[in-house]
């Protein structure tokens, strides 16, 4: 069996086994500066900078890639480390990390610690030794950020258009700003958003990122897109040049619910020379005949972007009304067009058989539209005239007897023109001379729990009505009515609950029985005579029974008061009735009670 030689440190004379330098670990490592060697390519003050971009908040992993990382997360820590320029290069220095953890730090001191517990060799000796390194953020944009942030950085640009009549509602341009904002992965690539006056502007940093968006949007909305270049600058000798690409979407300017008049002259089109209502708009246009006749049905039809811009565009269809002209109508009575009159379920009484025709959805074996003579009133001529109208629409299987429709009221206008080329034209020059112009046309049927939910919604907690203010309320004045409110509403409870305490402290003292007594039809004044004097020399003979009384009729007072005096705020009287009113409070308390105001 062989043994090691070994021979003391010759510092602190540990035994240890021989080496270069003839001392033990413990002594390498407090003479070796480990701490030194790793703020190596450090700044002045011997901190590590790592780069934080103002915008994104994402750091720098390298000068050019960014990555958002959570505070004091593993990410964070690979990202710091790397940038000390030692542990880089850590195997030529012999140096092998073996622990690291986060020091807390305060979040706006822009300073992260890292505790490093380090391994290395000295004179074939291994020495480890923990050392904090620290850390220090600046702020540097990255460089999608700083495109974002600095002029003519931008490549392609989307305009997004659409023209309608000043005033009328742009339904088109709404869903899509909310379908874009449901789509985060469409948004990615956008640099800036801009508003103008019939739509907006989308900036990219490449054609193709403009390309797919357009394509996006042509998707959801029926347009016509065109692209268009413009030379920014030309280097004739590189043979290189800054272009700008401009992709416009025209949007078809009719939207849902519009009554539009197709022009006779439109060729290949189903509805020429005819009115038609607009059901829907997403691809396509989907249009349904707002002037039918019985014998043909429900007649509907598909326009898309590029069949509508080639018959002509706004010219072969014009919007005669938009949904802002949208009137409300009672229906008195429907009746089916295809239905024997003989076999009419109402005529027979069967409610549940007409309730059963009505669609429900697609499950439910009805068809959606069908043709049916509908007896409508004005909503505002009830109570004031009989007038009624006749119309067949296609909302047979929509409506029943009693219900609110929105439609158009095309007697009250008159002789309705279309602005042309050559002027306005009056509507029968557009159509054909078969189509008879209805006096009104239902567009669709009121949702009566939807219309409720809206009116409760505009109440406030006082019962008002926010629609029939003149004036708009600002954000101020209505958080001062709710903070007015909810006051109102702790006082009337606090004030429950003082009721609530005395009725009970009435009941202990037998006040109770005797407001029973004089809710008696049979009570008689004489008897009231007798208990009041018998009250009273009870009184006298128990003052701690007046006492009370007297502290409760106090309460009352308190409690009554304020309410009169805010009636008479409100009602705009002086405040000299108030100690008659006061006095006048503190009688009747006591007359509810059943004691006599001078019982004291």
Known sequence: MTTSV?????????????????????????????????????????????????????????????????????????????????????????????????????????????????????????????????????????????????????????????????????????????????????????????????????????????????????????????????????????????????????????????????????????????????????????????????????????????PYYKVGGEKAYAILFSAERLVRFVVLDVELCDEDPHNSNIQNGDDNDDASQLYQGPGSGVSKYALADVQVARESDFGVNDVTFSCVSHLGHLLQPGDVVLGYDLQSCGNIGISSSVGVVDVDEVVHNSVVMPDVVLVKKVNPKKENADIEASYDDDGLVGQEQEEEDTPMTANKKKRASKKKLRRDKKQDRRRKELEESAARMGFVDDMNDLEDPGFEDGEELADDVDFSSQLENDPELAAELESVERQLASMRVPIHEEEEEEAGGDGDGNEGNRDATTETSAESAGVPANAN
């Open 6 to 306: 070994q021979i003391p440190c010759c510092l602190c004379g540990t035994m240890i086994i021989p080496n270069a330098a003839n001392q033990c670990s413990t002594c390498l490592a407090q003479q070796f500066d480990l701490k030194s060697i790793l703020q190596q390519g450090s700044n002045v003050d011997g901190l590590h900078v790592i780069h934080q971009c103002r915008q994104c908040r994402r750091f720098a992993r390298t000068p050019v890639m960014y990555q958002y990382c959570e505070p004091e997360s593993p990410e964070l820590m690979q990202i710091a480390l790397k940038h000390v320029p030692v542990l880089s290069n850590a195997s030529k220095r012999n140096l092998h990390v073996v622990d690291a953890i986060w020091v807390w730090t305060e979040p706006h001191s822009r300073r992260l610690k890292i505790r490093l517990t380090i391994r290395t060799e000295i004179e074939r000796v291994q020495v480890q030794q923990r050392v904090m390194v620290e850390f220090k953020t600046d702020w540097k944009m990255c460089s999608q950020c700083n495109r974002e942030y600095t002029n003519r950085t931008w490549q392609a640009m989307v305009q997004l258009r659409q023209h309608r009549n000043i005033g009328a509602p742009r339904k088109g341009l709404l869903a899509l700003e909310m379908a874009i904002a449901r789509s985060p992965e469409v948004r990615r690539h956008v640099l800036r958003i801009n508003s103008c006056r019939n739509g907006l502007d989308f900036y990219f940093l490449t054609l193709p990122q403009a390309q797919a968006f357009g394509q996006f949007l042509s998707r959801l909305a029926p347009m016509k897109i065109k692209t268009s270049q413009k030379l920014v600058s030309e280097d004739s000798r590189n043979n290189t040049a800054n272009i700008k690409h401009t992709i416009t979407c025209d949007m078809v300017p009719i939207c849902r619910d519009d009554l539009v008049v197709v022009h006779k002259t439109a060729r290949n089109s189903k509805f020429a020379g005819r009115l038609c209502l607009t059901t829907k708009v997403s691809s396509t246009i989907h249009m349904v005949d707002a002037s039918p006749t019985r014998d043909r049905g429900v007649e509907q039809v598909d326009v898309g972007a590029e």
